[in-house]
């Protein structure tokens, strides 16, 4: 029986393994590729928010738009002062229709980056007018 790392198919044992090739697959232009190793981090470390958000980032462009907002959610939730992760959630939100979840999420990235001009002129067109 020959070892697994002999196989044509290695690949790394951990997540930090996963997520070097996840990257390097991205740069490359192999997006499946990053895809399963992006799935395969997450499922060796489920706290590791880098990992939801890139692998949403590669559902998205596939257009798995439930799936991609779910691992944004879980990013934002083990990293909720991350500016980007929350962004990415409040334009996929607003993207799907869910206008009451986009401006939640942009008022949230406002509350950590008060200057950011894309989110103020979010809020101010999502904003219920009285």
């Given at each position: 029986?020959?070892?697994?790392?002999?196989?044509?198919?290695?690949r790394p044992l951990?997540?930090?393994?996963?997520?070097?090739?996840g990257l390097a697959r991205e740069a490359?232009?192999?997006?499946?590729?990053?895809?399963?190793a992006f799935r395969q981090v997450v499922a060796l470390e489920?706290?590791?928010?880098?990992?939801?958000?890139h692998l949403a980032s590669r559902r998205w462009s596939r257009e798995q738009y439930t799936q991609a907002i779910t691992e944004w959610q879980t990013a934002a939730a083990?990293?909720?002062?991350?500016?980007?992760?929350?962004?990415?959630?409040?334009?996929?939100?607003?993207?799907?229709g869910?206008?009451?979840?986009?401006?939640a999420?942009?008022?949230?990235?406002?509350g950590l980056s008060p200057g950011l001009p894309e989110a103020r002129q979010a809020v101010a067109h999502l904003e219920p007018k009285p």
């Open positions: 029986m020959r070892s697994r790392a002999h196989t044509a198919h290695a951990d997540g930090a393994g996963e997520f070097s090739l490359t232009g192999d997006p499946d590729g990053a895809l399963e489920p706290s590791r928010a880098s990992a939801h958000a083990q990293q909720p002062d991350n500016v980007e992760t929350a962004l990415a959630l409040a334009r996929a939100y607003l993207k799907v869910d206008r009451v979840h986009a401006l999420e942009y008022r949230r990235v406002l």
